[in-house]
T-cell receptor
Framework: EAGVTQSPTHLIKTRGQQATLRCSPI?????VYWYQQALGLGLQFLLW???????NRGNFPPRFSGRQFPNYSSELNVNALELEDSALYLC????????????FGDGTRLSIL | GESVGLHLPTLSVQEGDNSIINCAYS??????FIWYKQESGKGPQFIID?????DKRQGQRVTVLLNKTVKHLSLQIAATQPGDSAVYFC????????????FGSGTRLLVRP
């Protein structure tokens, strides 16, 4: 069974640009989560999508946004990039909500120059 | 952010010994906990989970113990192998209506040959 896949693996942008990160969940999983892993700051929750709807967001500014498509894949968009946005962005998926483990992809490394 | 971003503690063990990694979680209302392993350049890999109605759960070579009285979680790895070298994170499911995970700061496990 294929795991969570993310693309691209690496992304280099400059300040002020926009970035789009993509995620395909495990087949059968309807919930998708996005986390930011900045150096020295651990994993921080960004966004949660389930059945095409945004269900919850973390303490991040509105320039972090996303969506979930009918096939449950998801996009994370970051507008007006800032230097501190440089981080590993991780996507996870799980079965329908409840006490189910979230399974992670290997992330997109976003570097802002 | 909600996850604690401190320096990464390191546990060094001899190959073949047992390892115990500890974690203090945030909220007594949390009802679901997960341990993840993260190797360099990869996303967190699910190891084992436990619900709050349990004190102990065993997997292959791993055991998770939950002490709700002191809000403490531990991961025991039996007969530690070089392939176990990684950063280990505990995570608790958010105590609000969301299903986000709140991650601990992580522990680096080094296995000496």
């Amino acid at each position: 069974e294929a795991g969570v896949t993310q693309s691209p693996t690496h992304l280099i942008k400059t300040r002020g640009q926009q970035a789009t990160l993509r995620c395909s969940p495990i087949s059968g999983h309807t919930s998708v989560y996005w986390y930011q892993q900045a150096l020295g700051l651990g994993l921080q929750f960004l966004l949660w999508y389930d059945e095409g709807e945004e269900r919850n967001r973390g303490n991040f500014p509105p320039r972090f946004s996303g969506r979930q498509f009918p096939n449950y894949s998801s996009e994370l968009n970051v507008n007006a990039l800032e230097l501190e946005d440089s981080a590993l962005y991780l996507c996870a998926s799980s079965l329908a909500v409840g006490n189910q483990p979230q399974h992670f992809g290997d992330g997109t490394r976003l570097s802002i120059l | 952010g909600e996850s604690v971003g401190l320096h990464l503690p390191t546990l060094s063990v001899q190959e073949g010994d047992n390892s115990i990694i500890n974690c203090a979680y945030s909220n007594s209302a949390s009802d679901y906990f997960i341990w993840y392993k993260q190797e360099s350049g990869k996303g967190p890999q699910f190891i084992i989970d436990i619900r709050s109605n349990m004190d102990k759960r065993q997997g292959q070579r791993v055991t998770v113990l939950l002490n709700k009285t002191v809000k403490h979680l531990s991961l025991q790895i039996a007969a530690t192998q070089p392939g176990d070298s990684a950063v280990y994170f505990c995570a608790e499911k958010g105590w609000d209506s969301s299903y986000k995970l709140i991650f601990g700061s992580g522990t680096r496990l080094l296995v000496r040959p």
